[in-house]
């Protein structure tokens, strides 16, 4: 087991790429540095997670939950996070299971995990790929006009670097943003971006695939 087990959130960014974008992601395998490889090594993808400090305290950890009245349709989502010791994509994110804590409260803020990032994508911390892309879970919502600032910020960090991320997936629970940083012009305010919904049904396959794969 991994520190924190992060591979959960490894299999859970592996499974939302290949369900959403298809085919082009199925071969992906997690391995480290980056987290997500192909193994023809055409595309290599560093997983990490971004979280207002201002949020940690709202965080909730299950063992606070014991004195709480659970609506009964909720009940069977609040067991499977108890048992499994992760809460991504349930209950809309509310709570966080005990097994994963450590890895929201250690979270750094959006800009600073992608100044983080880009700088060690850029000194060959990650190897040799043709091509690279940052996933990044964001225990916050993001309005769209946040997504476009954060697509020009790490273009311009990365604007004048040899080694750069080409694409950037923001993904929240209900929603992932795939963002092309090869085509930003800050001046314009030019971003190319998609999103793409996930549904609670999504949501709750993707939970469940990334705890038995």
């Excluded at 023809?40 to 207002?52: F, N, Q, Y």
């Excluded at 996930?198 to 990334?210: N, T, V």
Aim: aromatic letters at 12%; proline letters at 2%; one cysteine or more.
């Amino acid at each position: 087991m991994r520190k924190f087990d992060t591979c959960f959130f490894e299999r859970y960014a592996q499974i939302t790429l290949e369900t959403v974008l298809g085919e082009e992601y199925s071969d992906l395998v997690n391995e480290d540095r980056p987290d997500l490889q192909k193994p023809d090594r055409s595309l290599g993808i560093e997983v990490t997670r971004a979280m207002e400090p201002k949020k940690e305290e709202a965080l909730n950890m299950l063992r606070e939950m014991a004195g709480l009245d659970v609506l009964e349709k909720d009940r069977d989502e609040i067991g499977k996070i108890i048992t499994s010791g992760y809460g991504y994509g349930l209950q809309d994110g509310k709570y966080v299971g005990h097994l994963e804590y450590e890895y929201w409260s250690l979270a750094l803020p959006l800009r600073r995990i992608i100044e983080s990032k880009i700088r060690k994508v850029a000194s060959g911390f990650y190897g040799e790929f043709e091509e690279f892309g940052l996933y990044i879970f964001c225990k916050d919502s993001l309005t769209e006009e946040e997504v476009t600032m954060t697509m020009e910020y790490a273009s311009e960090l990365q604007r004048h670097l040899d080694v750069k991320y080409s694409k950037m997936y923001l993904s929240l629970i209900n929603r992932l943003y795939v963002c092309d940083l090869s085509d930003v012009d800050r001046t314009e305010h030019n971003t190319n971006y998609t999103s793409f919904d996930i549904s609670e049904r999504m949501c709750k396959e993707f939970f469940l695939k990334a705890l038995t794969d």
